[in-house]
Every structure is written in C-alpha cells, then in structure tokens.
C-alpha cells in the first residue's frame, strides 16, 4: 500500500529516502573498492611467497583453499552407465510444488486435516526499493526519443 504522507515521523520522508539512497549507492561502491583492495594483498602477499603479515598493528594471513574438482556431470553419467554404476548414484527428488498441489487437495477432500499439514508458516518480509526520480524535463526527451 502507498502512502503519499510527506510527513512520516523518521526524518522528513524525503530527506530519509534520500539519505539512503545515498547510502545504498555508497555501499556498493565500498563493497567494490574493498573487493580491490583485497585483491591486491593477496596478490601482494602470493608475489612475496608469505602467508602471513604483521604490519601497523594488524595481522593478515592467506589462506589457499582447495576444492574438490567440479564433475562434469554428462561425462560422469556416461562412464557411470558404461560400468553399470549409475543408478546407485541417482537420487530421487520431491516436486515441492506437485506435493503442495497434491496435500492441498487431500485436504479440500477431507482426507488429511489441517493439523496435519506439512507446512511451515514464514511471516512476511518487507523490502524498501529507492531511487531517485528522474527530472521532468529529462523524462519529456526520453518519452520523445522513444
């Protein structure tokens, strides 16, 4: 539901909105520079042949870690055939949205009551999407460039 209130008791609504829309952008640009920064200690760090570091107060160590190799999963399926091994390594797995059909009408037939229902209620979340409103003079020319 929309409220076109201008005085909501946070801040001004749009002094709030637009303090954090600012925010919002800022942290994403953070994220990115520490995403950078990052990378180039651990390159910093792999260049040396260190793993670990003291410097001004702080410790970084680096950590290399291994994962098991991916499968490729259609080569995998036909070694597996060839050797007559593939079925001890299929799964089934429950269609949950043919099961919820499936209970739903179990239990509009009376065939399963509602204490029996396999389901977990989730309370709803809320989400707030800002942006900034584009001027009206720059939606005229965009309306006409369309």
Not at 34 to 40: A, G, H, K, M, S
Not at 82 to 108: P, S, Y
Not at 114 to 132: G, N, Q, S
Request: net charge negative.
């Amino acid at each position: 539901m929309a409220a076109e209130e201008a005085d909501i008791p946070v801040l001004q609504i749009g002094e709030a909105l637009g303090l954090y829309y600012d925010l919002l952008q800022q942290s994403k640009e953070l994220e990115q520079e520490v995403r950078l920064l990052r990378d180039r200690i651990l390159r910093s760090l792999s260049d040396r042949r260190i793993d670990r570091i003291q410097a001004d107060g702080y410790e970084a160590e680096r950590q290399v870690r291994h994962h098991a190799p991916r499968l490729v999963e259609d080569k995998a399926e036909e070694i597996l055939e060839r050797h007559g091994r593939l079925e001890e390594c299929m799964v089934q797995v429950l269609d949950v949205d043919r099961a919820r059909e499936v209970i739903d009408e179990l239990f509009r037939h009376g065939s399963i009551s509602k204490d029996e229902l396999p389901y977990i209620y989730v309370k709803p979340t809320e989400a707030l999407l800002v942006h900034p409103l584009a001027p009206p003079e720059a939606t005229r020319e965009e309306r006409r460039a369309a």
